[in-house]
Nanobody
Framework: QVQLVESGGGSVQAGGSLRLACTAS?????MAWFRQAPGKEREGVAC??????KYADSVNGRFTISKDNAMNTLYLHMDTLKPDDTGMYYC????????????????????WGQGTQVTVSS
């Protein structure tokens, strides 16, 4: 089992930026960010594995996912934030080396963090 711990959430005005971090207890090839707004289903934001990154259409061009394998840490840099970006952000992972590149990346996670809240005000 892999433990995932998120940090970096907070409150920001529309147009601002935030960086989220997620530290894993050991190396995890596939990692991803998901989010859930109140009253809505959880949705995938972005994923990364050994060869690929992918983004949801709603964040493409504004968010950047990256990973420091030496530190077992995943990042999500969020720019030009909008009120619709508000929600609980979850870090996720799996042992699949190509789980972002191949198949339905939103169904790949087997490990989940507890979440960190992001609130964007207009």
């Amino acid at each position: 089992q892999v433990q995932l711990v998120e940090s970096g959430g907070g409150s920001v005005q529309a147009g601002g930026s935030l960086r989220l971090a997620c530290t894993a207890s050991r190396y995890t090839a596939y990692m991803a960010w998901f989010r859930q707004a109140p009253g809505k289903e959880r949705e995938g934001v972005a994923c990364i594995d050994t060869i690929a990154t992918k983004y949801a259409d709603s964040v493409n061009g504004r968010f950047t996912i990256s990973k420091d394998n030496a530190m077992n840490t995943l990042y999500l840099h969020m720019d030009t934030l909008k009120p619709d970006d508000t929600g609980m952000y979850y870090c996720a992972g799996s042992r699949g080396v190509y789980d972002c590149y191949i198949g339905d990346w939103e169904r790949a996670p087997t490990y989940w963090g507890q979440g960190t809240q992001v609130t964007v005000s207009s």
